[in-house]
């Protein structure tokens, strides 16, 4: 019969789990969390089982590791026109211009118009070439797609990688090519014109 005056302790095979129970806490301060679909999933740092996982706080969710924010690739720095605001330089049919409102500009005898300027995302234009022929349309984007009007038909080269810088047309042959080449610091279009 037990004595009423013992101490009440757990029979001698529960010991093991206590005592596992009781390191668990004390590594407690070694494991970090991963909220994971809604809830907290608890890691050890050292890759243990549950007993070095961290204590759940006071709200039932295992405290949180703070993060650091992803290093981001700066974008490239806005461009320039070589030719600035100076229209007359595109009468020989080649040039790079800063645009911010509509203008019509004088090109290898013929007209660049730009009708309307959206800062930041599009250029409205018209062309019409010396030689007849001409039409119209809206460039968009900075990645350097091309528009190229000959005499007789237009043709459109769209951009390779939208990360890069766009590199300038190439001349071709009895055309007008066009190009949005980007936005600069003061939100102008950066048009680059090059006749063939």
């Known amino acids: 019969m037990n004595d009423p005056a013992a101490p009440l302790l757990p029979p001698r095979r529960h010991w093991p789990t206590a005592v596992v129970l009781v390191a668990g806490l004390l590594l407690a301060g070694c494991g970090s969390a991963t909220p994971e679909r809604g809830g907290s999933t608890a890691t050890s740092a050292h890759g243990g ?75 409205d234009f018209e062309v019409t070439l010396a030689g007849g022929g001409g039409g119209s349309g809206t460039m968009k984007g900075t990645c350097g797609t091309i528009v190229r009007f000959y005499p007789g038909s237009t043709s459109l080269i769209t951009c390779g990688d939208a990360d890069s810088t766009p590199a300038p047309p190439s001349p071709a042959p009895g055309a007008l090519s066009l190009q949005l080449a980007g936005w600069d610091s003061d939100d102008a279009s950066v048009l680059r014109l090059v006749s063939g």
């Open 49 to 123: 089982s549950a007993a070095s996982r961290p204590a759940a706080t006071a709200t039932g969710k295992a405290p949180a590791t703070p993060t650091t924010p992803a290093a981001s690739t700066p974008p490239p720095p806005a461009p320039t026109a070589s030719d600035g605001r100076r229209y007359a330089a595109c009468a020989d049919g080649t040039c790079e211009v800063a645009v911010a409102r509509p203008v019509d500009i004088a090109v290898n005898g013929g007209t660049f118009s730009v009708t309307k300027v959206k800062p930041g995302d599009s250029v």
